[in-house]
């Protein structure tokens, strides 16, 4: 399976852009980059996908470079509400979360 | 409409106890899926599945671990002899279905603690 390696943690002031990194190396030519996260004491949730184009949806933006190592996924005006942990996952059949990406968001 | 619900939210047991943890799916949705999170991980995949029929289930840890789906909606995950090492977060989500992914939706989970 395809691994994700992510920072485990960010900050972000309240109404600017957070950006959270992912990299993915060893992806398949086929293989669909996700974005769940997580708020404290809830599931998961899905935000986006996207296999080699840029994507925008109403929650946020993933950008997927050239290559497909690596990925961006774009909150373009954060707010506290979006204070959660990030997980960038590799389809392959099944979600595989790895330890994601705990997103502070500050006032 | 109503999200994917799961029963108890909390259950505490003893070492060795049965447990069972009941998961109710989107109406509609055929594929469902149990998912294990201990604390400061990601959710671990456990099972996935597809009508009635279980289509992988790699992920149970062992033999201990059992689901089932018997009408193709509602499942229910049976731990037997339960472990200290059990305890965490079962979630169960459900989706449309199919090997293409379709997005999945999320229980709150229930939340075991084994004594």
């Known amino acids: 399976d395809a691994k994700t390696t992510q920072p485990p943690s960010m900050d972000c002031a309240e109404g600017r852009a957070a950006n959270l990194p992912c990299n993915h190396s060893t992806i398949s030519g086929n293989e669909y980059v996700y974005w769940y996260r997580q708020i404290h004491s809830q599931g998961p949730q899905y935000i986006i996908h996207g296999l080699k184009n840029n994507e925008t949806n109403e929650m946020a933006s993933l950008i997927i470079t050239e290559d497909r190592k690596s990925s961006t996924l774009i909150l373009p005006h954060a707010t506290l509400r979006d204070t959660a942990v990030y997980y960038c996952?590799?389809?392959?059949?099944?979600?595989?979360f790895g330890q994601g990406t705990t997103l502070q968001v500050k006032p | 409409g109503a999200g994917v619900s799961q029963t108890p939210s909390n259950k505490v047991t003893e070492k060795g106890k049965y447990v069972e943890l009941r998961c109710d799916p989107i109406s509609g949705h055929t594929a469902l899926y149990w998912y294990r999170q201990s604390l400061g991980q990601g959710p671990e995949f456990l099972i996935y599945f597809q009508g009635t029929g279980a289509a992988d289930d790699s992920g149970l840890p062992n033999d201990r671990f059992f689901a089932v789906r018997p009408e193709g909606s509602v499942s229910t995950l049976k731990i037997q002899r339960t472990e200290r090492g059990d305890s965490a977060v079962y979630l169960c989500?459900?989706?449309?279905?199919?090997?293409?992914?379709?997005?999945?939706?999320f229980g709150p989970g229930t939340r075991l603690t084994v004594l």
């Open positions: 989500a459900s989706s449309l279905g199919g090997r293409v992914f379709n997005e999945q939706f």
């Open positions: 996952i590799v389809y392959t059949g099944k979600l595989i």
